[in-house]
């Protein structure tokens, strides 16, 4: 059985830093992406960040970019997302999400994926 469980949200205050991870278990990390995606109250999840694990690229949206990185631990199937420069904005609920592929590309999009975690809060004060 697929599994995705994320871990490591919070409460944080303005121009702080999280880390979240991503423990993934029922797959190998072999030939997926891992994305991370974000929903605030009364918004439409979107897309924050993959990585492929063809050949490690990644992808940030605008939003956040410059200020999240994400990174894999392939031998420990964990996906971390470190987060720097927290704004407000940022606040919402953080998943993780995986499906198969061999072909590196952005893949921020939501029916893109086919495994999803449960989520964790992030709440950035100001």
């Known amino acids: 059985e697929v599994q995705l469980v994320e871990s490591g949200g919070g409460l944080v205050q303005a121009v702080g830093s999280l880390r979240l991870s991503c423990a993934a278990s029922g797959f190998s990390f072999d030939d997926h992406v891992i994305g991370w995606f974000r929903q605030a109250p009364g918004k439409k999840r979107e897309g924050v960040s993959c990585i492929s694990s063809v050949d490690g690229s990644t992808y940030y949206s605008d939003s956040v970019k410059g200020r999240f990185t994400i990174s894999s631990d392939n031998a420990g199937n964990t996906v971390y997302l470190r987060m720097n420069s927290l704004k407000p904005e940022d606040t919402g609920v953080y998943y993780c999400?995986?499906?198969?592929?061999?072909?590196?590309?952005?893949?921020?999009?939501?029916?893109?994926?086919?495994?999803w975690g449960q989520g964790t809060q992030v709440t950035v004060s100001s």
């Open positions: 999400a995986a499906f198969y592929t061999t072909v590196v590309n952005t893949y921020l999009e939501e029916y893109e994926y086919d495994f």
